[in-house]
């Protein structure tokens, strides 16, 4: 059975955008069943209306469009707000990230874009008035752990987080909680502000407006946590702290990614236990095999069944005479439920701090990850090539061209 026709709210001052805006959401088979100037009006149609879908215009002055997107997340959290705007801001853009947006649209706004859009809110089953009372008191919790350091723990992290979060249907967060050497920032490119050690120590922040305004928002939709450069900044910081925090953030989001040291200690205890699903990830390699078995026989007698521990075996090297899927649930003594084959693109999406699911979606690996990240999320991987990396490449170091001046807002729908 199909998913019913999105319908969505808009929030547009300029009559003349708001009929293009109409007639574009239209075309994409997205129905405005209610429109509002922005200010009190807005604020008062979302608060009565519970919208599930809202299209939000970012215009002059900004602080009031601000105003909108931030009152629309505080009271229906789980709906799929999409900001819009004739022109691109840096400072705007983040700042959107960072009150919760789940698309932001700049320039012309082409029917591909808004068709994607339209999928998603199907596939999420936005409805404008389902009430949020509706949504669950509790996001999954997903602990990823590897008794070794570089044999692709991180790189799962990263990995299904931007698959499941890409998908649509569910709000993800990241939460790096690598004790020794956080790597999540870097592989998903994002610039830390606040890190998981000052947030769990500090109790302020655990107000939804409050620790959702100190998340980084990666362009894949998932939010990202990074841990603390300086491993003495965790000394000060409790595993029960970290807990609160998980469960605080549980509350917020449909999935929770924790990603953990390489060895096992307190904060990889607190994290397993906190979580409804353990991903362990394994390698081929000989201390990798005998960790590995020693943390699935700690999980069961922990009171973890089978169900609840997944065991990914990547291949991160091109060897011959590797010991085989077969080899290594005979060494664990538990089956391998995943296995990521040797792919080169894995360490060339790292280097490019781009997950390989959106780097290069359709490659072995890719797909592997993809299919886990599915499962986890309760979705079929369908592998989306993302902007040509080359063209990331050359944004990184500045381009030679003369910049293009930005759009007018008569560009924003037509």
Avoid at 242 to 263: K, N
Wanted: net charge neutral; hydrophobic share 45%.
């Amino acid at each position: 059975m199909s998913a019913a026709a999105p319908s969505a709210m808009l929030i547009e001052s300029d009559s003349h955008v708001r009929d293009l805006m109409r007639a574009k959401l239209a075309a994409s088979g997205i129905s405005v069943t209610a429109e509002r100037p922005h200010g009190i009006a807005a604020q008062q149609a979302i608060q009565e209306m519970q919208p599930q879908l809202i299209f939000v215009a970012i215009e002059q002055p900004i602080q009031r469009a601000m105003q909108v997107v931030d009152f629309a997340r505080a009271q229906v959290p789980g709906a799929m707000i999409v900001a819009y705007s004739g022109s691109w801001s840096p400072t705007v853009e983040r700042r959107l990230m960072q009150s919760g947006v789940n698309d932001f649209l700049h320039g012309k706004i082409s029917r591909e874009q808004m068709n994607n859009i339209a999928e998603r809110a199907r596939r999420k089953g936005a409805v404008v008035y389902a009430p949020a009372s509706d949504a669950q008191d509790s996001g999954r919790v997903i602990a990823v752990v590897g008794q070794k350091g570089g044999i692709g723990k991180t790189t799962t992290s990263t990995n299904l987080a931007a698959a499941i979060a890409a998908e649509g249907s569910n709000t993800v967060l990241l939460i790096d909680l690598d004790t020794r050497f956080g790597d999540v920032a870097v592989m998903m490119d994002v610039k830390p502000d606040y890190t998981v050690s000052e947030i769990a120590r500090d109790a302020t922040y655990l107000d939804r407006d409050a620790f959702r305004s100190i998340l980084l928002r990666h362009e894949s939709g998932a939010f990202v946590l990074p841990a603390p450069r300086d491993y003495r900044s965790w000394l000060n910081c409790s595993t029960e702290q970290l807990q609160e925090m998980v469960r605080f953030a549980a509350g917020m989001f449909d999935v929770v990614i924790l990603d953990t040291p390489g060895t096992f200690n307190d904060v990889v205890g607190a994290a397993t236990e906190l979580a409804d699903r353990v991903v362990v990830v394994t390698s081929t390699d000989l201390t990798s095999l005998k960790n590995t078995s020693l943390l699935i026989e700690h999980l069961g007698l922990k009171g973890r069944s089978a169900s609840e521990v997944v065991v990914t075996l990547i291949h991160g090297h091109d060897v011959a005479g590797a010991p085989s899927k077969a080899d290594v649930e005979y060494a664990i003594s538990h089956p391998v439920d995943y296995e990521v084959p040797f792919d080169r693109n894995v360490r060339k999406a790292s280097q490019a701090g781009i997950p390989v699911v959106r780097y290069t979606p359709r490659t072995p690996a890719a797909l592997a990850l993809g299919q886990l990240a599915g499962d986890l999320g309760g979705f079929t991987f369908a592998p989306v090539q993302m902007d040509p990396v080359r063209g990331r490449f050359f944004k990184v170091f500045g381009s030679r061209k003369p910049a293009v001046a930005n759009s007018t807002r008569e560009d924003v729908a037509v």
